[in-house]
């Protein structure tokens, strides 16, 4: 398959279009550290205290484990790439307070 100068795809002869809508899916970068926001992070450790307060902690590392994949999902798409890095930012927020607090009460259960 040879790109020809209009987008499309030179295919046995014939130029095809290209898919626009998952050309945009494969070729984005992987979700790093630098992508996540620092004011999402510190509203979700705020609410992270409190949720651990108010619920297990395992409860809050299970919804943070959700946000997680759900945000890097998200991120490997082109036009929801913000709202993929807003979840996984929460979800970073999420786990701070929660991982000490569940491994605190796993050992506590030993």
Request: proline letters at 7%; hydrophobic letters at 50%; glycine letters at 8%.
């Amino acid at each position: 398959m040879l790109p020809k100068p209009d987008g499309g795809v030179l295919v046995n002869g014939s130029v095809q279009p290209r898919l626009k809508w998952s050309a945009g899916a494969m070729n984005t970068r992987p979700i790093e550290i630098r992508d996540l926001k620092p004011r999402w992070v510190a509203a979700a450790f705020a609410i992270g205290c409190v949720s651990v307060i108010l619920f297990s902690p395992v409860r809050v590392l299970v919804v943070a484990a959700l946000l997680t994949f759900a945000g890097v999902l998200t991120f490997h798409t082109e036009h929801y790439r913000r709202a993929g890095a807003r979840a996984a930012s929460v979800s970073a927020g999420l786990t701070i307070p929660a991982l000490p607090l569940s491994i605190l009460q796993l050992v506590d259960s030993l």
